[in-house]
Each structure stands twice: as C-alpha cells, then as structure tokens.
C-alpha cells in the first residue's frame, strides 16, 4: 500500500530538548517536503527536498532542520523546541512534477511545554 | 506568485443540501488546482484535480469542480451532503518557480447538520 508514514502521532516535549520526527515514504517519490498546520493560517512550508541531499527552506524554516540521506525518509529536526512551535506537523510525498498529487503522512501532534 | 484564496473559513449545511465551497486562484496562466479534504486525526488526501484536461473535474466521493478562467475560480460541489462529509477542505496550487511546493488556502471546515 502507498503510503507515508510518520512517527510519533502525538509528541509533548519541554522547551529546548532535541527531537525528532521521522517520514518515510514507500512510492520512490523524489520529492518530500514538511508542513506545519495552524488554526487561521491553513498548511505553510517548512522544507522540502526535490532529491536525495538536495533541501531548501520553505516558508516557515526557522528553528528546524532537515536531511535527506536516503530517498524514502525525510526527518525533521528540532534542535531546541519553543512553546511557538507548538502545532501539527505533516510530511508530504509526490513525484516530481507540478501537476501531481501530493500524499500526506498522518499528522504528529506536538506540545512544547 | 500563486496563491489560492479560499470565501469562508466555516461552511454548515443540511443533510442532503447541497455542498458549495468556494475557491479563486491568483494567476494569468491557467495553473493546476487540487481539492485536498482532512478528516479529523487524519493527513490530508486529494478530493480531485485540475490538470487542463476537462474544466468539470469529478472527484471522490460524489465531488465535482470547475474550472472557470473567466472567474478564476475552482468551486468544490456536491449535490447532496452526508454527514459523513464533514471535514476540512484545502484548495491548493502549485508554486511558479523552481521549489514546486503547494500553497495552500487556509481551509474550509464543513459542518453536515442532521
């Protein structure tokens, strides 16, 4: 089954310790990219990926990190969480293309206390 | 750049009404558009899409869109709303330039009252 998959679903963490949310696709899509969703803004970007060791920052990027080592996973990096980076997270999938669909991973949930 | 406006970030209808949610793009160069919906604790998954093709597009789940250039718009309908329709919906294009990324409207949340 195509999918996208993130890990955790649900994070609560204390400002300023490192996480981690993890995105791994299985459709050999070259690009990923990460969303953040908030109440009133709808989805912005965070980075993206068009390739294996090829990232860029998208709307948001201030205070993450990514890479892409491997084709199917896409991490995202907090490397020192605050209270405004509380939000839900989606990981997205697509081939390269602007006419194609992109595959949304299942959200992670994440409190920075 | 691209961008997608969406009228009404709350929309409630009846059971069996129908479903019209509203969706204009930015641009002087027919783009690609998607419905994408969001169920609650769900990722988001694609209603349809405009690709130039056919400006009525047919979708999941008993939806339609069309694509009208003079109105720059891309309308979401559908005939008659089940409850099971209630969800949040983004309409989204694809960015001009080399990152590709989608820019989202900033939704609509669909109420189905019983």
């Known amino acids: 089954e195509a999918q996208v998959t993130q890990n955790p679903r649900y994070l609560i963490t204390v400002t300023g310790k490192k996480l981690t949310v993890t995105c791994s696709q299985n459709?050999?899509?070259?690009?990923m990219s990460w969303y953040r969703q908030d109440p009133g803004l709808g989805l912005r970007q965070i980075y993206y990926?068009?390739?294996?060791?090829?990232?860029d920052k998208g709307d948001v990027p201030e205070g993450y990190k990514v890479s892409r080592k491997e084709k199917r996973n896409f991490p995202l990096i907090l490397e020192s969480p605050s209270p405004n980076q509380t939000s839900l997270y989606f990981c997205?999938?697509?081939?390269?293309?602007?006419?194609?669909?992109?595959?949304f991973g299942q959200g992670t949930r994440l409190t920075v206390v | 750049a691209q961008s997608v406006t969406q009228l009404g970030s709350h929309v409630s209808v009846s059971e069996g009404a129908l479903v019209l949610l509203r969706c204009n793009y930015s641009?002087?160069?027919?783009?690609?558009l998607f419905w994408y919906v969001q169920y609650p604790n769900q990722g988001l998954q694609l209603l349809l899409k405009?690709?130039?093709?056919?400006?009525l597009v047919k979708g999941i789940n008993g939806f339609e869109a069309e694509f009208k250039k003079s109105e720059t718009s891309f309308h979401l309908t559908k005939p008659s709303a089940h409850m099971s329709d209630a969800a949040e919906y983004f309409c989204?294009?694809?960015?001009?330039?080399?990152?590709?990324?989608?820019?989202f409207g900033k939704g609509t949340k669909l109420t189905v009252n019983p």
């Open positions: 997205a999938s697509r081939r390269q293309g602007r006419n194609t669909e992109a595959f």
């Open positions: 459709m050999n899509h070259e690009y």
């Open positions: 990926s068009m390739n294996v060791e090829v990232t």
């Open positions: 641009s002087s160069v027919p783009p690609y």
């Open positions: 405009y690709t130039s093709a056919a400006t």
């Open positions: 989204a294009v694809p960015s001009q330039g080399g990152s590709e990324k989608l820019v």
